[in-house]
C-alpha cells in the first residue's frame, strides 16, 4: 500500500511536545516488512502470499515483528526510514507468543530500540503504535486494558496489552511508552461495543514475554522445549460454548474425523465453556504427539474422538539459512 493512502490524520498523530523524548529518532527503529511466501506453502490459504507490515529494529540487524508477517517467508525486504531496502530472512517464529525475528541480510543503518518494563505499564498510560513510515504513520493513543486473549487458531496468551484509537496497519507496529521505549508489538485490530457503539481496540503483544525466549529464538530458530500439542482447528466461541469453525487441511482433527460445526464440550473428561479453556485443556495433554481426547457435540448427539495432535512447526516450510 503506497504510503499516502493511509496517513494518520493529523490529530491523531502524536504530538512532539507532548513526548519526554525524540518521537523522530524512536519512530525511526521502526522498519517496513514486505515479505513473499510460496503458493504452495501452509499458511498461503489463510495468509497469502504477499504480506505488508512493520517491524522495530531491537539488536544490531536483528527486527522483532508479528510472527505471522514471516512464517514460511521465501523472500523479505526490510526498508528503514531512508527508503533504503535490504533483504532478511526469517529468523525465528514462537508460535506460543506469536513474535518473529527477521535478521537483516545486509546494514540497516538503524540503532536498536531499547526494550522497555511492558509488566509496569499501567491502564492509562499514553503510548504511541507507530508503523512504518515516521509521525504520519503513527497514532498517539492510551492503553486501555490488559488481559488474556484467546484466538481461533490455538493460541492464548494471558496478559495482551489493548490500545485505543486503533492503527489502521498495525501487524508488526511498535508500541512505545511513555518514556519512548519498546513495549510491545501489535497482533490484531478487534472491535468492542454493542448497541450502535463500537470501539476499535489493537491487541499488542507485551515484550516482557520476549525475554525469556529470546536466546533460544536466535540460536535454535525457535524456543528449545518440547512443543504444545497441536490439533489443527480454528474455534469459535458464542454464548451455547465452544464450536469448529474450519479445520487445517490434512491437520490432526481433520484426519482424526473431526468436522466444522461440531462443538467442544469437553477435553479429556475436562468441561470447557470458552476459547481459552479448550487451549489450556489441549495443552495440559501433554507434548506434541500426545492423544487428546474430545468431546464432541453434534446434532444427533454426542461422540468421543481421540487426535494425535502434531508440533505446528512440522507443517510448516522452514527458513533456508538458519
Known sequence: MAKDEWDIPEHLQPDPTEWSFDIEDALGKVVGLRTQVPADAFTA???????????VVIRDGLVL????LVTEAEGIWITNADGRAVQGHTLAVDQETGFGLVQALGKLGVTPIELGDSEALRIGAPVMLAAAGGRSHAVSAKLVARQPFAGYWEYLIDDA?????????????GLLGPDGKLMGIG???????????????????????????????VTYGRV???????????????????AIASLAPGGPAENSGVRSGDRVLAVDGAVVTDLAELWRAVWACGEAGATVKLKLGRARGSRD???V???????????RMH
Open 65 to 68: 515483528t508479528v510472527g505471522y
Open 45 to 55: 490459504r489463510v495468509l497469502g502470499t504477499e504480506r505488508e507490515g512493520s517491524g
Open 224 to 242: 528449545n522445549r518440547p512443543a504444545r500439542p497441536w490439533l489443527g482447528l480454528y474455534a469459535t466461541e458464542d454464548e451455547e460454548g465452544v
Open 309 to 319: 495432535s502434531a508440533d505446528r512447526m512440522s507443517f510448516l516450510k522452514h527458513p
Open 161 to 173: 496489552l489493548f490500545t485505543a484509537p486503533a492503527h489502521p496497519s498495525w501487524g508488526g507496529a
Open 187 to 217: 497482533s490484531l485490530i478487534l472491535q468492542q461495543g454493542e448497541e450502535g457503539r463500537r470501539l476499535d481496540l489493537n491487541m499488542v503483544i507485551p515484550v516482557h514475554r520476549l525475554s525469556p525466549v529470546l536466546n533460544d529464538l
Open 305 to 307: 474422538v481421540a487426535v
